[in-house]
């Protein structure tokens, strides 16, 4: 497989699933602003939308968009359980985080990467957003349960890792968050996880 992806972007997602899998893949950087890969090719051609993840899964086929590259790579391994099995309540579970993380979490950073400056009362309209969606995941964490779907791992933590992981770019402290510090406390500790920040430059003190 192939996969597309910019530093730290949530196509990191997708690395840290393909390593916890096992899966031998090709990481290819793209320059989303000048719509280019690494290699020179034009990445509108292969993902018209410009954005990462991008995922070749065979010749000319690509999956996009992180819910549906996330899931289709845990049932490619469905032995690895890190996606229930499809048509049970726990896979909408499953679904129910993922579509969460995506258009909610995810899209509640976007301004802070995006445009120009927050400011003023549009800086505290932004925050609030996100610091309500940050205690939803507090919230659903908060049983004392060690993942989203409970004492095992799946998809979506790899995800939500991701995503929260861009609080420490905005100044946004997760400490004041106790169940989401323990989690990422948790992540961290996983080979996999670490393996995929230290090929991305983002842990300087592990070999990529
Ligand atoms: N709906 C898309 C959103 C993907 C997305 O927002 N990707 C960002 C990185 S996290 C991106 O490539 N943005 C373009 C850019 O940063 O120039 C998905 O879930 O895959």
Known sequence: MLLYFKPGACSLASRIV???????????????????????????????????????????????????????????VPEAGLAPAAGTLDRVRLQEWLNFISAELHKAFGPYFHGDVLQGPEKARVEATLLRRIDDVEAGLSDGRSFLLGTVFSVAD???????????????????????????TRMLARPAVRKALAAEGLLQDEAA
């Open 158 to 184: 790899a995800y939500l890792f991701v995503v929260l992981n861009w609080a420490s770019f905005i100044g946004v402290d997760l400490a004041r968050w106790p169940c989401i510090s323990a989690f990422m």
């Open 18 to 76: 393909l390593i916890e899998l096992d899966l031998p893949f090709v990481a290819m950087a793209v320059d989303t602003q000048a719509g280019t890969t690494k290699a020179g090719a034009d990445y509108r051609r292969i993902n018209p939308k410009g954005y990462v993840p991008a995922l070749e899964v065979a010749p000319g086929v690509i999956v996009t968009e992180n819910p549906a590259v996330l899931q289709y790579l845990a049932d490619h």
